[in-house]
């Protein structure tokens, strides 16, 4: 079964920048890879989706996450990154990456099956 594996988190200031790291255990075809993030007591929100279909690459984002956050993958090293800029202290949470082995586009959290264990990301005001 496939493992993802979160890398990147940290702390930073607001209007800082990171960028995190998700590597899977096995090559992802066109599964569509996800970042989700859970602040405490909140619902995991679904902030960035890629999905690499036969004839283009789609991606799609949150509202909340819009302009400042960007998905990208390196097939070959079977990775999806978030590269987050101008981050603001309510984009602290547990960030989540997830796949879904069908591919298909959404940002819902029930259409993925495979989840990494999280990185925890800090911003201060």
């Known amino acids: 079964q496939m493992r993802l594996v979160e890398s990147g988190g940290g702390s930073v200031q607001a209007g800082g920048s990171l960028t995190l790291s998700c590597t899977a255990s096995?090559?992802?075809?066109?599964?569509?890879m996800a970042w989700f993030r859970q602040a405490p007591g909140n619902i995991r929100e679904g902030i960035a989706a890629?999905?690499?279909?036969?004839?283009?690459?789609?991606?799609k984002y949150g509202d909340s996450v819009k302009g400042r956050f960007s998905i990208s993958q390196d097939r070959n090293k079977n990775t999806v990154y978030l590269q987050m800029t101008n981050l603001e202290p309510q984009d602290t949470a547990v960030y989540y990456c997830?796949?879904?082995?069908?591919?298909?586009?959404?940002?819902?959290?029930?259409?993925?099956?495979?989840w990494g264990q999280g990185t925890q990301v800090i911003v201060s005001s």
């Open positions: 096995e090559y992802t075809s066109e599964s569509t």
């Open positions: 890629i999905w690499p279909a036969p004839k283009n690459v789609y991606t």
């Open positions: 997830a796949a879904r082995k069908l591919g298909g586009m959404g940002l819902d959290a029930a259409i993925y099956d495979t």
